[in-house]
């Protein structure tokens, strides 16, 4: 299935929904697999706390997925030279399963031909992003971030704290 979408900057007078629309789609897939909310859970009742997403938003490049004109997800993305991490990608659930998440991706690598090798990290309970970022993206897991290997560049442990079980990380490198 081939679907058309469109990546726009982040304005202002959306960020507010746009960090909304975030928490959305992670509240919803960690639903998916627990049932409930569990320790998975930041400050204030989110798997992705607003402060968490505002720091990304203000340290990387931010993108509005859009659809026939309608918002359906974004990312934040930061680019250093030849090498990109995928901060956050997110589609909202009720546009899941649509491509929409691998033609933003495939935007990503157009709008960005000099990155050479990719970076993002996704909690281990999420089968659907594993799936989508090793299946459909052809990144490689490349490391298992857990209580006996912690994230070397988690400065606070939050997300040690908040995903004991572990976060995998994964490398896409491009030709």
């Not at 058309?4 to 919803?28: G, K, V």
């Not at 400050?43 to 203000?58: L, M, Y």
């Not at 490049?61 to 997800?73: F, K, L, S, T």
């Amino acid at each position: 299935m081939h679907t058309t979408i469109s990546l726009i900057p982040l304005q202002d007078d959306d960020r507010e929904q746009f960090i909304r629309d975030n928490q959305d789609a992670f509240n919803y897939g960690a639903m998916e697999e627990f049932d409930l909310h569990d320790n998975h859970i930041e400050k204030g009742g989110e798997i992705i706390s607003q402060a968490t997403i505002e720091e990304s938003i203000d340290n990387g490049i931010a993108y509005r997925i859009m659809m026939d004109g309608h918002p359906v997800g974004g990312l934040i993305l930061k680019i250093e030279g030849d090498h990109g991490e995928l901060e956050i990608l997110f589609v909202s659930p009720h546009a899941h399963s649509k491509g929409i998440g691998y033609a933003a991706w495939c935007a990503v690598e157009k709008l960005y031909p000099q990155v050479k090798v990719w970076q993002t990290v996704t909690p281990y309970f999420e089968k659907r992003n594993i799936h989508f970022y090793v299946n459909r993206c052809g990144f490689h897991i490349v490391e298992f971030y857990n209580d006996h290997h912690p994230d070397p560049h988690d400065n606070d442990a939050s997300q040690d704290e908040q995903f004991p079980d572990g976060m995998f990380r994964f490398e896409k490198h491009i030709p």
